[in-house]
């Protein structure tokens, strides 16, 4: 008897998929990438109060607008906690929410088969599973514009109202605009020019719902910039000499990382480019192997006329939207990842409209069979190599010693993740006998099934060697140790130029100075760089207060320092260095030092 999901079903097949792939470990890796810099500015928002303006190491940081920024501190005041799970939580809600849109919204023209089999494609997807699991931007911009996507096509499927059609998508792609700013339009209008192309109806981008949904779009963008920008203008306001620089900042930055993406930051290399786009393929994987196959008319021969447009806008609009991103020079991989959700809604509903039993069917089970047993081999070499600690004689066969030991492995875990790889590995067996699993549905099901267990494997057996190679966490430790509980520590011209990751695992409170007149009583703790230390530490503000060095150290090609004050500033004036004539005061008749003129 074949079994039939219902929507409420389908959720909570979609939660648990999700909850296996996404959460574990979700907290194990150290900070990625671009990662510090979404969640420092969240970390100051808490601390301050101020979420109008992100700030990345005490300057105002206007690169990106601020939803991620205010993800990241929502989740910190809501968890309590202010570590790599809460930081990356927002970013996989995210993912959650528009695999459950798939699932929950009605649809007029993908059946429930088709938008669970989207739902688990999407949750499975390289690209998605990547940059799902950080707090980079990527992976929330994904789902943001895959919800304004299938909103748009869901409601017009359904004969909506032209308001609700347009209005809707605009407040999705307003948060849009907030989360990375204009980029996101173009996919969405990639698949709004050719459905309507394809339907001739391209006259609707002219009528007043149209514009009520640009509107709307705007009006959720410019509530935070005109906000952002009159709190910034009376700031400059009061210092009279960075009046006339402070103002256009804002605009200045996204200008230029715009023109950082069309013209690139670095000198065009060609070879990188073309490397980019290979790896921007890779995200799509491993679906994106079913695609090709789409425009094989037997395939799509016995889907309705107008479903079949759809798809063939979908088609175009992926081709379009892959196109454009990869002309500017200055194009990354992570560039692409948008447009996965096109990807996902099409792949999803030409499997869904595949007959049982069909080759490809076929193929895709031989090859289910074949990353069951893999995954069976796999579990083996996990508990050999690193619950039975044998991954040390490979270190010494290779001449590796990775910084730090490896941690204590709790068994529990493991034996629930073998107990889960030998269940589904029998049940793949079983069910290839009996020549079951022949339909796209269940083999969906099946590969999430299977992803789950390879990540439940991966957080059993790769996250404890990857923490060995930590390079941030322990920095933070090391500094954690030096300065005492509540004491603040000031980092001394670090800024957005200047800032290192290793700032997140620093305890706070943590304060930014700049300049040496900054360095007032209440700072005694100072993180400075060990050159710009080696400039300063013989300037009489510095000498005076008796410096003593707690903590070198160093991060990447740089040293480190923390100095601990022992005195308080001097309360003499700091004296002439030699070579200039004293100040006349008092005595004018005093005698003066004829070698200084």
Known sequence: MSYKPTRVSAAIIILIIWAGIYLPGLGGREVQGNEPKRMLPALTMVETGNWLTPELAGEKYYKKPPLINWMIATSFIVTGERNEF????????????????????????????????????FLTTIGIVDKGRLIEIDGAYASMTGMAVLT??????????????????????G??????????????????????????????????????????????????????????????????????????????????DVTDIIYGMDKFRPASWVGNIFQAMTYFLP??????????????????????????????????????????????????????????????????????????????????????????LALA????????????????????????????????????????TVSFLLFIFYNYKRGALLDSLKLALATGALVVVIMLQAFCFI????????????????????????EPLYLFDFGVMNYEPFIFYIRQPVRYVFGDDNLTA???????????????????MIAARGPVPILEFRFKKKGYLIIKFEKPPPSFPKPEKPGRPAPLTGNTNAPTDSGSR
């Open 86 to 121: 809460s930081a990356r939580l927002p970013t996989t809600l995210l993912v959650l929410c528009f695999a459950l849109c798939l699932v929950l919204m009605p649809s007029g023209w993908l059946t429930l088969d088709g938008r669970i089999i989207s739902a688990v494609i």
């Open 463 to 486: 996250l404890p060697v990857a923490r060995q190679y930590d390079m941030k966490r322990p920095v933070g430790t090391a500094i954690n140790k030096c300065v005492p509980p509540g």
């Open 152 to 173: 748009w096509l869901n409601l017009r499927s359904l004969n909506s109202s032209k308001w609700l059609l347009w209005t809707i998508p605009g407040f999705i792609l």
């Open 381 to 420: 070499a996990g508990i050999l190599l690193i619950n039975m600690r044998y991954i040390a004689y490979l270190y010494g066969y290779f001449n590796m010693k990775p910084p730090s030991p490896l941690e204590y492995i709790n068994y529990l875990p493991t034996f629930l993740v073998t107990v889960l």
């Open 522 to 540: 209440d700072v005694k703790h100072v993180l400075f760089e060990m050159e710009s230390y080696g400039r300063r530490k013989t300037d009489y």
């Open 175 to 256: 948060l849009g605009l907030l989360l990375k700013g204009p980029i996101i339009l173009i996919f969405f209008y990639c698949v709004v020019f050719f459905v309507l192309k394809n339907e001739k109806k391209l006259s609707e981008l002219r009528k007043a719902p149209h514009f009520t949904g640009i509107l709307v779009m705007a009006l959720v963008f410019s509530t935070w910039a005109i906000s952002a920008f009159l709190a910034n203008q009376g700031e400059t306001a009061a210092k009279t000499a960075a009046v006339s620089v402070e103002e256009p900042k804002m605009s200045r930055e996204w200008l230029s």
């Open 287 to 376: 679906w994106l192997l079913f695609i090709p196959f789409f425009r094989r008319e037997k395939w799509i021969a016995d889907i309705p006329e107008t479903q079949r447009l759809m798809i063939k806008s979908l088609f175009w609009a992926l081709v379009a939207g892959f196109i454009i991103t990869s002309l500017p020079p200055g194009t990354k991989a992570r560039y692409y990842v948008p447009l996965i959700p096109v990807a996902v809604i099409m792949t999803g509903f030409m499997l869904s409209n595949l007959p049982e039993n069909n080759m490809a069917h076929r193929i895709w089970r031989n090859i289910l069979l074949g990353l069951s047993i893999l995954s069976a």
